[in-house]
């Protein structure tokens, strides 16, 4: 795939040959010979001669064996000056690859006067070639000496091979890849050590040739993307390749690219990096074989733990028909979940989830899981999430999707409730807090989570169902703003009653959804524009309305749900409770603006306005327990008394300041923070709460406990007014998971620096990044992870954490491209005073690493020139501006005249 189709007949090889292209290993490239060395037969020059007698005979392919043994006599006296100067040049490993018969016949002869050739692999996998110089001197020796005769039939036979490089294309295709499947040898063995990897390849006897060169290549940067790209279209839909290793593996022979005459075994023992990635249960190793075509298939492997010592090797084994490249990819394996459909709880009892069934529809659980890995917008902790669902929610967007990956492990239904619990939470904002949370009636979820090396990856799409279109939503906020300015003046309690003098007066009670089909919504009653725009609405509607007006106006609020009235007229309720002074106050618009009784007298609409708990309130509004917590009842106290209005009103908060917007802590640690409030008038107590409890808790002095992984937000609210000031938390377990670096492959010019920018994961863990050069002769780096190129070659950069988490980069120095020359677009420019113009610098060669330029004015006076070329013009008269090139000071300069 990867890899060019090189030596695909014998013509191309015997090309290949003549023009002195000879295989040379290398750390990946290594040459293993046959089990059994005694099958290498020595053949005698007689034997030799008669070889080349009988090639000689032969027509087509088989005239080139004639070649090959005469080329390894070595004969100095040429028959035919031309061809025999070519024979003599190329030795005896030009041409042996003419045909299957040739083949056969002349591999004895090739090793046993090149036999110095084989390879010895050493423990980096490099080949030792040994000297045969020796034996091909005193082979070129006894050639000289050989009678006339033997010269005459070496002249005939260099004849006949050229005449056998015109194969036609037919045979070349027959004799290219399968050059020695019918090769004669005994069991064939290789191993090495190749980039932290072992290889084990072997085969049966004659499977694969004696003397048969293994050549190995890791596919690195953009080839290894491709190779997954390729992989994951092949994967089904709920998988992903985690992390993979790309092998172009390929068998020569002779300097000709063969395939097996049958199946080879290859065992590779993973490194330690790609086999911790498959430590859990939701990983997988599978091996894939992409051939030259890019066709992908899954080959059938074994993976097993094997002790080694005190460690335990993870070892990939399969069978391999024929060479290109093999991928053996770490899986991840996500559990898709089928969208379900859900009531939002506050509408429980009034919404029936079959009536929402459509919003299971169009969700694709998987969109996202090929792109998961890469995903630059991933996010990675609930707040992110429920901040960004929050802002669909508040644009009734119809549907999100996005990705996570959060250290710990987590199930599908409590990161959603995380996610939703953050979506929901009370900011003082009017359009957020319980605004957010009634917003919609319903959802439609879809997710798919995978678990691997301590981290929860998932994919999520939310679809909403709104009780008011974005449309609606704009004309409910251009009412609220209406409002606001005509109740906004006065005491807290002035506003108050305002606005529910108004609600109880202007709002009806929507018995039986009279507008639903108006708006061709069914549950159109539920939402804040059916009390703001047609001013008939149900319970929900009214607090939603009250709730946003009084944050609107600055006065803290919330909208209570539960169950309201008494024994078969009981059912579910929405009510508010509003801060005036230190504390809440019970409203009931809803019963305010609809006819009540009590034992057959009317009862004054005014009685369910800032009652306390005294009056016997909660006796007709039992709240859900999520309204009923303790953390709630602390941070919204219900006076036990109704308020009184010759009270005289605190003065109101105006902003909260916190002592830091930001910290980090670990699991287990604790925070202090504090709080003031203004103006100093104010009171100055505070109500402290988290938008995540699984990640922090903060008791009532401000003091935050670190709980779990992630990022939170820590809120300070006035006891009067409502005012909040935010501390963002994050939480860590005091070690890190993992380090990340935008490039494990950088390139740095010889005198420059470049930085690696490091950082460890999940942020804020414990302990600083230490770094290591491989060679700091090539490229040193220092504690800040700032590398300078020294000279030109190759070294890793290892980044390490304290407690053992490391990772490493590869550095290639180059030799920058020096610049030559700079000229600027003008030589002369003619200002006014008061104008500007441009000078632009030009640099040679376009390929210079440091184009960086200065200018300079010789009379600043007259005109001035900024750092990216801008001229002023001051005043008459003439100047000069110089660009002068940081690398090199080469310069160019251009006249001013300013008129």
């Keep these: 795939m990867k890899r060019s189709k090189l030596n695909k007949g014998l013509a191309l090889a015997l090309a290949l040959a003549l023009a002195g292209n000879t295989m040379v290993t290398s750390a990946d490239s290594v040459k293993a010979a046959s089990v059994d060395d005694e099958s290498i037969n020595l053949v005698s020059d007689e034997t030799e001669a008669n070889s080349s007698e009988e090639s000689s005979e032969m027509a087509g392919e088989e005239s080139s064996e004639s070649e090959t043994e005469s080329s390894e006599e070595g004969a100095s006296k040429e028959a035919d000056g031309e061809s025999s100067g070519e024979a003599g040049s190329e030795g005896s490993d030009s041409a042996e690859t003419g045909s299957e018969k040739s083949e056969t016949e002349g591999s004895d002869a090739s090793d046993a006067s090149g036999e110095g050739s084989i390879a010895d692999v050493t423990e980096d996998g490099t080949e030792k070639t040994s000297d045969s110089t020796d034996s091909s001197d005193t082979e070129a020796t006894d050639a000289a000496d050989s009678s006339d005769t033997e010269a005459t039939d070496e002249a005939d036979s260099e004849a006949s091979n050229d005449a ?53 290549e890791k596919l690195k940067g953009n080839d290894a993307k491709d190779t997954d790209e390729l992989v994951n279209d092949t994967l089904p839909e709920n998988a992903v390749v985690y992390d993979s290793a790309s092998f172009d593996i390929s068998l020569w022979y002779e300097g000709v690219e063969i395939e097996p005459n049958g199946n080879v075994a290859v065992e590779i023992t993973l490194n330690d990096d790609l086999a911790e990635k498959n430590e859990d249960q939701d990983t997988s190793i599978q091996v894939f074989h992409i051939d030259d075509e890019e066709q992908v298939s899954e080959v059938e492997a074994n993976t097993e733990l094997t002790v080694n010592g005190k460690e335990e090797d993870t070892v990939v084994t399969y069978d391999a028909e024929s060479f290109s490249v093999y991928d053996v990819a770490v899986v991840l394996n996500f559990d898709i979940s089928e969208p379900v459909v859900e009531v939002n709880s506050v509408y429980d009892g009034r919404i029936d989830a079959d009536e929402i069934g459509y919003l299971a529809n169009d969700i694709d659980c998987t969109e996202n899981i090929k792109t998961l890995m890469t995903d630059p917008g991933v996010h990675t902790s609930f707040q992110t999430m429920g901040e960004a669902v929050r802002a669909a929610i508040k644009n009734r967007q119809d549907m999100i999707t996005f ?95 305002k606005l529910y003098d108004y609600l109880i007066n202007n709002v009806t009670y929507d018995y039986n959804g009279d507008n639903d089909a108006k708006y061709n919504n069914s549950y159109y009653r539920y939402s804040c524009h059916s009390a703001a725009i047609s001013k008939h609405t149900v319970c929900e509607g009214y607090s939603l309305l009250f709730y946003r007006i009084c944050l609107s106006m600055g006065i803290d609020a919330r909208l209570v749900a539960g169950i309201g009235g008494s024994g078969s007229s009981a059912g579910p309720h929405g009510w508010n409770i509003v801060q005036i002074g230190d504390y809440f106050y019970y409203v009931d618009s809803t019963w305010g603006a609809e006819p009540s009784y009590d034992k057959g007298k009317s009862v004054d609409k005014w009685v369910w306005f800032l009652r306390g708990t005294a009056c016997g309130f909660d006796n007709y509004h039992q709240r859900y327990a999520n309204y009923a917590t303790n953390d709630f009842m602390n941070i919204y106290p219900v006076n036990y008394y109704d308020y009184a209005k010759h ?80 501390c963002r938390v994050t939480v860590v ?132 020139v900024d750092a990216n070329g801008v001229v002023y013009a001051h005043k008459k008269g003439k100047c000069t501006i110089t660009v002068t090139t940081k690398d090199g000071k080469k310069k160019a300069k251009c006249k001013i005249v300013v008129n």
């Design 164 to 216: 056998a490089i015109a194969v036609s294309d037919d045979a070349t295709a027959e004799t290219s890849k399968d050059v020695a499947t019918d090769e004669a040898s005994e069991a064939f063995e290789f191993s090495t050590d190749f980039e932290g990897y072992n290889f084990k390849i072997s085969a049966e006897k004659d499977v694969v040739p004696a003397g048969t060169e293994v050549k190995i």
């Design 403 to 497: 990705s996570l990956k959060l250290p710990g492990k987590y199930n599908k239904d409590i990161i959603l409730s995380n996610i939703l619990n953050v979506a929901v939470e009370h900011t003082g904002v009017p359009n957020e807090g319980d605004y957010v949370r009634w917003a919609y009636y319903g959802t439609g979820v879809g997710n798919g989570t995978a678990y691997a090396n301590k981290t929860t990856y998932g994919t999520y799409t939310i679809r909403f169902a709104y009780t008011q279109t974005a449309a609606q939503e704009a004309e409910t906020t251009n009412v609220v703003n209406q409002l606001v300015k005509r109740f906004n003046s006065g005491s807290d309690y002035d506003k108050v009653r």
């Design 647 to 726: 009270y005289a009103s605190p003065t109101k908060a105006t902003a909260v300041n916190i002592s830091q917007t930001s910290a980090t802590i670990g699991v287990g640690g604790r925070l202090s923070l504090t709080a003031s409030v203004t103006p100093a008038s104010s009171p100055q107590q505070v109500k402290w709460n988290t938008s995540d409890m699984a990640v922090a808790t903060v008791d009532p002095n401000g003091t935050v406990y670190g709980i779990g992984y992630g990022v939170c937000e820590i809120f300070a609210t006035s006891s009067v007014g409502g005012k909040k000031a935010v």
């Design 733 to 864: 377990g005091g070690e890190a998971k993992d380090i990340e670096v935008p490039t494990k492959k950088l390139t740095v010019y010889k005198g420059y620096k470049a930085n690696l920018n490091a950082q460890v994961w999940p942020t804020g863990a414990s302990g600083k990044l230490k770094y290591s050069s491989s060679n700091s002769s090539i490229a040193s780096v220092s504690k800040k992870g700032v590398v300078k190129g020294k000279k030109n070659g190759k070294c890793t950069i290892t980044i390490k954490t304290s407690n053992g988490v490391k990772i490493k980069v590869k550095v290639t120095v180059k030799t920058p491209v020096k610049v030559k020359s700079v000229k600027l677009n003008t030589k002369k420019m003619v200002l006014t005073v008061g104008q500007t113009g441009q000078l632009t610098a030009k640099i040679k060669p376009a390929k210079a690493y440091n184009k960086a330029v200065t200018y300079k004015s010789s009379k600043k006076s007259v005109a001035t």
